[in-house]
């Protein structure tokens, strides 16, 4: 693994840990200042516990729509591929039909995607990758004049439209929030209860510093994945943690070729 394949795992727990590195050193001066003034209690450990099973209930959400996130990027090869092969095939028979111009197509339609995931398109501006599926149209159009069979024709709509469908998904995921209300309340727990564990007071001694440290990377590393991966298709992105589409990389190097 490289080094920057490394950093790009361990991203949000660098920054979590760079955070928490703070909160330590804030809790030692108000422990040193005698500004820790909240005492703890049976009701504080009980705020915690739940504080952690919302958390949990909302990144099991996040995970779910992450994991169907996950095979959208093989839906998308099975359609381009399908129309490519198509094409390929009919261009056997009909020397006049425009392969090229299809090829064009479908590597417009993958670059656009890519354009419209990264920092150029602010990881969710997929409307001109749309307009090329839309494009496509014109390829089928003239497969039809050159005699192609209905059933054909129908079968490359169909591929055309579930292209369509998944792209828009994509967008879908991309613009909306799980949850909002939800999303509010999690960010709400977690900056609460750290900013209750800095004030409550304790020994000063190693263990509950360490303990301190612990809870507050727990409640800041799960707020931060939450973020994270609410929207899973932010390419150029410094992570690992958004969906992989070398699936579409792969096919567009072979149209390259």
Not at 139 to 149: I, W
Not at 161 to 183: C, D, E, G, K
């Amino acid at each position: 693994m490289t080094n920057s394949n490394f950093l790009k795992k361990f991203k949000v727990g660098l920054w979590t840990l760079a955070i928490v590195i703070l909160l330590i050193a804030a809790k030692f001066f108000i422990h040193a200042w005698g500004f820790e003034f909240f005492s703890l209690n049976a009701l504080f450990t009980s705020a915690i516990a739940g504080a952690i099973f919302i958390m949990g209930f909302l990144l099991a959400g996040i995970i779910a729509d992450y994991k169907e996130a996950e095979k959208i990027p093989a839906e998308l090869r099975s359609s381009l591929e399908n129309i490519w092969e198509e094409g390929k095939f009919f261009n056997r028979d009909k020397k006049g039909f425009d392969l090229e111009k299809l090829k064009a197509s479908l590597l417009m339609v993958i670059q656009n995607f890519f354009k419209g995931l990264g920092h150029e398109g602010d990881h969710y501006k997929l409307e001109p990758c749309i307009e090329s599926v839309n494009e496509l149209s014109e390829s089928f159009t003239q497969m039809e004049k050159l005699g192609m069979p209905p059933n054909y024709i129908v079968r490359l709509e169909g591929e055309q439209a579930a292209l369509r469908r998944n792209i828009l998904r994509v967008y879908h995921i991309q613009r909306t929030q799980f949850l909002p209300s939800a999303h509010v309340l999690a960010e709400s727990l977690a900056l609460g209860i750290v900013m209750l564990l800095l004030f409550v007071k304790t020994e000063g001694s190693p263990e509950s510093i360490v303990l301190f440290g612990f809870i507050s990377y727990l409640f800041l590393y799960i707020r931060q994945l939450i973020r994270t991966l609410e929207t899973p298709f932010r390419q150029d992105h410094k992570t690992l943690d958004d969906v992989s589409l070398f699936l579409l990389r792969e096919f567009e190097k072979k149209l390259a070729r």
